[in-house]
Structures are given as C-alpha cells and as structure tokens.
C-alpha cells in the first residue's frame, strides 16, 4: 500500500489560557498528537502549568521556545543571555516533560537563516543532547485568517511540519476545519519528526546547522 503524506502538527509560543485548552479539546477529539513549543516565562503561571501538565498527560510532546521570546538567539551578541533563554526555560519544563529534550528556536516570522542560533546557544544544545526541530510550512496564522490555504499549498512534502501558534490571534479558530479537510485531501497525521527538520539529534549537529547558525558575532 502506497504511503500517505503525513502532517506533524506543532503550536509555538503558548501555553495560552482560554486558547491552548481549546486546542487540545480539538486534538483529544481527533485522536491527534502534537508538540507545543513552550515559552518558558508562562510557566510561571500556575494555569498556563496546569495547561502543559494536561498535554503531556494526554500524549503530547512538549519542546522548549526559549525563554522570553524577544529575539532570536543569533541576534542577542550576549553569550550569557543566549545560553540563559534556553537554560532557564528548560529548568521548569524539564519538571514537566523529562522524556526528551525538545528545542525550536524562534525565528521572527518562520526565516531559516543564522539568526536562528548562536555560537553559544548551539554549543549549549549540543551539551545538553537537545534534538532542534525546524518545519517545513508556516502559514502564518497569527496574522492571516486564510491560513489553511497557504498551509496546503506548502505541504508538498512526504513528511510536513507545520507551524501553528495556540495564542490569540493563531490557529484555533480554523483548526478543526483544517484538520477535517486535510484528511479529506488524503493526509495522515503523525507526531514524529522527519530528519529534515533536525539539524540537531540528540546533540549531533548535522552540516544543516551551518546556515542557520551565527557565526559573525
């Protein structure tokens, strides 16, 4: 039997209450499992926890965003504040999902580019044995309601990595509509990772992670 095409569905920058919730009651219904891609300040909200406790206990990764999500990690020039956006974010979600060190580096708006990574932040996730998860489609659903067309028209892979966002504004408003119909176009969902989008495996950076590292500062 011919493989299907296959979608990995993943949310940055929540936990977001009144929103992320939604989100998981939408995936517990589709029998779906995601990764949401944490920034770590909200877990010092005790709800926004609460909200991540519940994805992991009903079969969902979560992966680390950093830990403010200001500016990316190849534009801060401050080997100490680099590394710290990962670190202290880790030190809470570590409590919370200790079965596998997921990293996403904040890209302002989905650019593969070296404003991705620092030299410090990368030797950091290599020492700490992070897997760095990249994508393949952002359809930018924090700025366009018409999201789940771009996303179809980028997911022209075997594999995609879709990145979706459980803040307002993001996906949820179209997200069951959008799971509904891309298993009507024949797509399978599947919460793995191919090795496309990990230029970092468990601390072995691929020659992938040369483009997107900056090494100028």
């Not at 991705?116 to 952002?138: G, H, I, P």
């Not at 176009?185 to 495996?201: A, C, I, N, S, W």
Request: aromatic share 10%; with cysteine; proline share 5%.
């Amino acid at each position: 039997m011919e493989r299907r095409s296959s979608i990995t569905l993943t949310f940055d920058n929540g936990p977001t209450v009144g929103i992320t919730d939604k989100v998981l009651d939408i995936l517990l219904r589709r029998d779906i499992r995601a990764t949401f891609f944490l920034v770590g300040s909200k877990l010092l909200d005790p709800q926004c926890r609460r909200l991540a406790e519940r994805a992991v206990a009903e079969g969902h990764w979560l992966g680390n965003h950093t830990y403010s999500h200001k500016t990316p990690l190849g534009r801060i020039s401050d080997r100490r504040l680099e590394v710290a956006e990962i670190e202290v974010a880790d030190s809470t979600l570590a409590e919370i999902f200790p079965e596998r060190k997921l990293f996403r580096p904040f890209g302002g708006g989905g650019f593969l580019d070296d404003r991705l990574f620092s030299v410090a932040a990368r030797n950091y996730l290599e020492e700490k044995r992070y897997d760095c998860v990249l994508w393949t489609s952002v359809p930018g659903d924090w700025k366009d309601s018409c999201w789940p067309e771009v996303a179809y028209s980028q997911m022209t892979l075997a594999e995609n990595v879709i990145v979706l966002h459980d803040q307002e504004p993001g996906a949820l408003e179209h997200l069951d509509a959008f799971i509904e119909t891309a298993i009507e176009k024949g797509f399978e969902f599947r919460q793995g990772f191919p090795d496309t989008v990990l230029p970092m495996k468990n601390g072995i950076s691929s020659d992938a992670m040369e483009p997107f590292t900056n090494r100028r500062g």
